[in-house]
């Protein structure tokens, strides 16, 4: 008996329970999808998600303190301001340049911040509560009203760039490969950018995360981990579909190819989640949803590139056969 | 193996050099990582302008935009501050009052005529409805003595204007003002149809160059003046940076045991190899320079992932290549040449996504594409010439007689089983035929 490379140990099946695997990807997409379409219908401000102060603006409050404002310090009105629902600040210690009247100020704490619900002056006090608790002489020096930093013309510009991106991806991979797994490709790719903002739609509406500037570079990172894992499966089903295709049939080539790379799918997936898992469980407040974001779109990245991409190349499959067959007859 | 001594060499070369660089170079990072300026700038109202509308402040802000652009300072955040403010941060800014000078500073250009008497003396200035508004661009030159001079390129209708002007004043001065200051009166000596002008006078180079760079961002719409100025910390807090810094270290470590553990040898040539990667990218980083934000270091480290995979790929092939009863130097060259049809393809799909990102994003987009694409560029280099050096250098031919040194059992190498012959050349550029 001659062996060959296709009879690896088929650890998993993705052409049998082709089906099983796109459910479950429904499965988990729904949720998200809902979460969406409520929010677009119950915020002010009509977006999927809950946006923050990078997208609507906020309010500036500057306190003067007349001693130096450590790292540490930093860290804590961080986080008593959080106990104080004052949620994503961004705290900045400034170092006045010209030497102003009052040569006491040595430092200036500045909180930018969204206004709660119930008006500005709510907000203020809740700060300024924590700041003079710290600090029992600061005084505030200011309040003033800023604009958003993204506009709405910029994100529409960003979503106009990726979808030409994506263009170029499918036009790129029909040439190196075939139309079908281009189109399977863009697909995974929309599963897993869909689950990441659906996640963070739903974490919106529970727990009122919202999502700022590094939200779009979090959602690029798992476009690209996408693309990337997605070709490497593919690359094996193209290389044993030109040597094997006389002596296995399309299934078994998939299905073989799938646990060929099933080692480095894992492998790879696990040594990231390494870094994103230490990064979000030792690392800063301030980048802790931008973790998130890669950490989920990690998982279904892999899911998908396993599972979901496999499956839906074998259905297109078995639909142009079928196809065929009618013609045929 | 000759080449391949000269090929380590010259890896230990590149990296003495990228080392050398690190050191000497510093990064410019971005607001988010380490803070720097906070301008405050108010728009004032003047006898011509009574209230500040929404409208000029949109048109200042544009302007200011690009007026940071064209200081060469990238990732500068403007934001609108209450009704008349705008918030300025710039990172890295080596010399505040530059910033100062700059953002303050209206630039108006205006091309005047003379006013003549009876005896075609010329007795004062009036507009001419020539002016910044109609140059479509504004370059510093020299002429023929290498002295600098401020070239001018009208649009359609400032052409128009300007072959007007120059005809009505034939053998007259003009007056190029500034400003509100006259900076070249040149004679006109005959018609210029072709929208060209050029500004000749005493300047230095970057006395034309202050100018150009004024005259091209465009014309501040409304006076502002700095109401307002500090340094400041980091947008992401340095508290938390600290805390992230630390936890990536510990993430990488954890990473590279995890190569040692599972590849063994390989591994650690790897995990060598990435220390290299990480240096040479840094290197780019440095020498382009790109203005490191979070965005930046997130597609840095998107694309230390992908050279991480690239390595597991062509170890896990490799794997395969010695349990189908290879020998060490031919499973590793055949390891190499098959996984790098998904290494190149993978890597090319990102690169192509990258460049269209780098060119129609916004900032933040843009600051992520350009080390991505620089990142996935070396790792192709990296996983190619150096690993595959050093697993060459390291195992060198025959047989391999430790198999534990690979992650593998004795048992793997003896069952071989037959595989399809993998030819090098076929195997090089993506598809095999």
């Known amino acids: 008996m001659s062996y060959s490379v296709l009879d690896t140990k088929k650890i998993i099946n993705v052409v049998k329970y082709r089906w099983l695997w796109i459910l479950i990807s429904v499965i988990f997409l729904m949720p998200g999808i809902i979460a969406m379409l409520w929010s677009v219908k119950t915020y002010p401000t009509h977006t999927p998600l809950l946006v923050g102060i990078d997208f609507t603006g906020g309010t500036i409050i500057k306190y003067s303190v007349n001693t130096e404002v450590s790292t540490n310090d930093i860290g804590k009105i961080r986080l008593d301001l959080s106990k104080n629902n004052v949620d994503n600040p961004v705290i900045q210690v400034l170092r006045p340049v010209t030497t102003e009247a009052d040569s006491n100020i040595k430092n200036i704490i500045s909180v930018k911040t969204k206004f709660s619900e119930n008006g500005q002056n709510e907000t203020i006090d809740a700060v300024s509560e924590v700041i003079t608790a710290d600090y029992p002489e600061a005084q505030l020096v200011e309040v003033s009203s800023v604009g958003p930093v993204l506009g709405k013309q910029l994100f529409i510009n960003s979503l106009i760039a990726i979808t030409l991106a994506l263009l170029a991806i499918v036009i790129y991979l029909t040439v190196r490969f075939h139309f079908e797994f281009a189109l399977v490709a863009c697909i995974a790719l929309f599963h897993d950018v869909l689950c990441v903002v659906g996640i963070f739609s739903i974490l919106g509406l529970l727990c009122g995360v919202t999502i700022d500037s590094l939200f779009i570079t979090a959602v690029l990172t798992v476009l690209g981990y996408s693309v990337n894992n997605t070709i490497v499966v593919f690359d094996r089903v193209r290389e044993n579909l030109k040597f094997y295709s006389k002596k296995a049939t399309y299934d078994e080539i998939v299905n073989a190819s799938v646990n060929q790379t099933l080692a480095r799918s894992i492998n790879t997936s696990l040594t990231t989640l390494l870094v994103l898992c230490s990064l979000y469980f030792l690392g800063g407040v301030t980048t802790k949803d931008f973790v998130l974001v890669l950490i989920i779109g990690v998982v279904a990245g892999t899911y998908s590139s396993i599972f979901l991409a496999n499956a839906l190349i074998v259905v297109w499959n078995k639909f142009e056969q079928a196809k065929k067959a009618k013609t045929a007859q | ?433």
């Open chain 2, 1 to 433: 193996m000759k080449n391949k001594i000269i090929m380590f060499w010259a890896i230990v070369i590149l990296t003495i050099i990228s080392l050398v660089i690190i050191k000497v170079k510093p990064i410019p990072l971005g607001l988010d990582l380490v803070g720097g300026s906070r301008i405050v700038l108010e728009a004032q109202t003047t006898d011509t302008i009574a209230k500040i509308t929404q409208d000029m402040m949109d048109g200042l802000k544009t302007a200011i935009e690009s007026r940071v652009n064209a200081m060469g300072v990238s990732e500068t955040m403007v934001q609108q501050m209450g009704e008349k403010r705008l918030l300025i941060e710039i990172p890295n800014i080596s010399d505040p009052k530059l910033a100062r000078e700059f953002l303050g500073e209206t630039a108006e250009l205006e091309f005047k005529k003379p006013i003549l008497d009876d005896n075609s003396n010329v007795i004062g200035w009036e507009a001419s409805g020539l002016s910044g508004e109609d140059l479509n661009k504004a370059q510093v030159g020299t002429d023929a003595a290498g002295k600098w001079l401020i070239t001018l390129e009208f649009n359609g209708k400032g052409a128009q204007k300007f072959a007007k002007l120059t005809r009505e004043f034939k053998g007259f001065p003009i007056a190029i003002y500034f400003n509100g200051e006259s900076i070249s009166e040149p004679v006109v000596q005959q018609e210029i149809n072709g929208g060209n002008a050029q500004i000749t006078g005493e300047f230095t180079h970057d006395a034309a160059k202050k100018i150009v760079d004024l005259l091209n961002a465009g014309a501040l719409p409304v006076p502002a003046q700095i109401i307002e100025e500090n340094t400041v910390g980091p947008t992401l807090g340095a508290d938390s940076l600290q805390k992230s810094k630390t936890a990536g270290l510990i993430g990488i470590a954890a990473v590279m045991l995890f190569m040692l553990v599972w590849y063994r040898l390989p591994g650690l040539i790897a995990n060598i190899a990435l220390v290299i990667y990480s240096l040479i990218v840094f290197a780019i980083f440095k020498t382009v320079p790109v203005t490191l934000t979070l965005a930046g270091i997130a597609g840095f480290i998107l694309s230390i992932g992908m050279a991480v995979d690239a390595n597991i790929l062509i170890f896990e092939r490799t794997k395969e290549e010695l349990k189908s009863g290879r020998t060490l130097f031919t499973a590793i060259n055949s390891g190499f040449d098959r996984a790098f049809t998904s290494i190149f393809d993978s890597n090319m799909s990102t690169v192509i996504i990258c460049v269209i990102l780098y060119f129609l994003g916004s900032n933040i987009v843009k600051g992520f594409a350009l080390t991505l694409a620089i990142g996935v560029l070396v790792s192709m280099f990296s996983a190619i010439s150096v690993t595959k050096n050093f697993m060459h250098l390291m195992f060198g031919t025959g047989q391999l007689k430790y198999p534990w040194l690979f992650g593998l059992k004795e048992s793997d190498i003896n069952e071989a089983y037959q595989a399809s012959e993998t030819k090098r050349e076929n195997a090089k550029f993506g598809v095999l035929d």
